[in-house]
């Protein structure tokens, strides 16, 4: 069973600060996804990757499939950024796995 | 275009009782998914439904049953519920399994 890691589990920043959240897999994937979920509970798909880079406004996930590891960058953060950001991994047999999520809060 | 809808957003069920949850898409995907949430934990999968047809069991089955009912719908049922079923429950649906799934809204189930 793939085990997914993300840290921090809890992320306070300042409005206009640079974001990083990390997630950690221990088996190989076909592909990663990071999702938003907003109080209230919806859950909103933000990237599917499975290798290099992707870019949607101000956010950037990135993932190093050697290292098993990948990166969702926030940049210039804003209030409305506040959620929890969940990563989920793609396996073989194209069941996803979750990690627990960061709860991010950005303050004004 | 609604996307991924589920009824009911909220429900108080006392143990022993039965219920079904509905979800539909309309975004003529053939892959759906039932998954928990629970404080704590990643979300888990309760079952699938890799196409019209066909459906599996997915990491927490047990207590649980699906039906898809045709391309659009699929639903969870709790046959005898337990208070260990109170969660968030989500459906989810894909084009296919390899791709981006998109999630409907939640029920919050309370079980007493």
């Known amino acids: 069973k793939n085990e997914v890691e993300q840290s921090p589990q809890n992320l306070t920043a300042q409005e206009g600060e640079f974001i990083t959240i990390n997630c950690s897999y221990s088996v190989g994937i076909s592909a990663l996804h990071w999702l938003q979920q907003h109080p209230g509970g919806g859950i909103v798909s933000l990237f599917m990757l499975s290798s290099g880079k992707k870019k949607h406004g101000r956010l950037i996930a990135t993932i190093n499939i050697q290292e098993k590891h990948s990166s969702l960058h926030i940049t210039a953060s804003h209030p409305r950024d506040s959620a929890v950001y969940i990563c989920?991994?793609?396996?073989?047999?194209?069941?996803?796995?979750f990690g627990k999520g960061t709860l991010l809060t950005v303050n004004p | 275009n609604a996307g991924v809808t589920q009824t009911p957003k909220f429900q108080v069920l006392k143990t022993g009782q039965s219920m079904t949850l509905q979800c539909a898409q309309d975004m003529n995907h053939n892959s759906m998914y039932w998954y928990r949430q629970d404080p704590g934990m990643g979300l888990r999968l309760i079952y699938y439904s890799a196409s019209e047809g066909t459906t599996d069991k997915g990491e927490v089955p047990n207590g649980y049953n699906v039906s898809r009912l045709n391309k659009r719908e699929f639903s969870l049922r709790l046959e005898s519920a337990a208070p260990s079923q109170t969660s968030v429950y989500f459906c989810?649906?894909?084009?296919?399994?390899?791709?981006?799934?998109?999630f409907g809204p939640g029920t919050r189930l309370t079980v007493t």
């Open positions: 989810a649906s894909s084009e296919l399994r390899s791709y981006e799934q998109y």
């Open positions: 989920a991994v793609l396996g073989g047999n194209y069941k996803l796995t």
